[in-house]
């Protein structure tokens, strides 16, 4: 099946710094999601990107299907944006996400 | 919209016994995914279900199985717990197809 792996692990961030997260996936991709975890457990769906580039607000994603790879860019972050960060895939033939390590991030003011 | 919904929100069980988790998925997704979040061991993917048929299981054992009924809505059960079950058990639920899956808030078991 597909391999997601995603960079870097963890991440510290001051206050209002921007980062980029990677997810690197291995073979084509039909689905591509990133999502964050609250600290409750529930995934938070950011984007739905297969292909191309989105933004919402202070986030956005970009994913290069030929490449294989996807970016989420976060500006100017804020203390609630902590938590941990899923990329998942899933390929052709499944509709299953397989999930990548996760980045854990940590936003210190 | 209401989304997805899971239930219980918390649970302690008892080593050797059976659980039953359930999951609502939102209105007119068909397809249902079963997903265990262990301590250290990121999302496995445990099942999934479409239009009332098990479409793929994961790897895991089993005494994990589950089932999809009429209006989509779905359950897990797992038989004679073993502590290393002890995990966050999410649910999803998407068109069928692959579209954009959104998670419910989970289920939390701790096997004693």
């Known amino acids: 099946g597909i391999q997601v792996e995603q960079s870097p692990p963890d991440l510290i961030l001051q206050e209002g710094a921007n980062s980029t997260l990677r997810c690197n996936f291995s073979?084509?991709?039909?689905?591509l999601q990133w999502f964050h975890q609250n600290p409750w457990g529930q995934l938070i769906n950011l984007f739905y990107?297969?292909?191309g580039t989105k933004q919402n607000g202070r986030l956005s994603a970009t994913t290069v299907a030929t490449e294989r790879y996807s970016l989420l860019y976060i500006s100017s972050s804020q203390t609630t944006d902590s938590g941990v960060y899923f990329c998942?895939?899933?390929?052709?033939?499944?509709?299953?996400?397989?999930f990548g390590k996760g980045t854990k991030l940590s936003v210190i003011p | 919209e209401a989304g997805v919904t899971q239930s219980p929100t918390h649970l302690i069980k008892t080593r050797g016994q059976q659980v039953t988790l359930r999951c609502s998925p939102i209105?007119?997704?068909?397809?249902v995914y079963w997903y265990q979040q262990a301590l250290g061991l990121g999302l496995q993917f445990l099942l999934w279900?479409?239009?009332?048929?098990?479409?793929n299981r994961g790897n895991f054992p089993p005494r994990f199985s589950g089932r999809q009924f009429p209006n989509y809505s779905s359950e897990l059960n797992v038989n004679a717990l073993e502590l290393e079950d002890s995990a966050l058990y999410l649910c999803?639920?998407?068109?069928?197809?692959?579209?954009?899956?959104?998670f419910g808030q989970g289920t939390r078991l701790t096997v004693v």
């Open positions: 209105s007119g997704h068909t397809s």
């Open positions: 999803a639920s998407s068109f069928g197809g692959p579209t954009e899956a959104f």
């Open positions: 990107i297969p292909s």
């Open positions: 998942a895939s899933s390929g052709a033939g499944s509709y299953q996400l397989t």
């Open positions: 279900y479409d239009e009332g048929e098990e479409r």
């Open positions: 073979d084509s991709v039909n689905n």
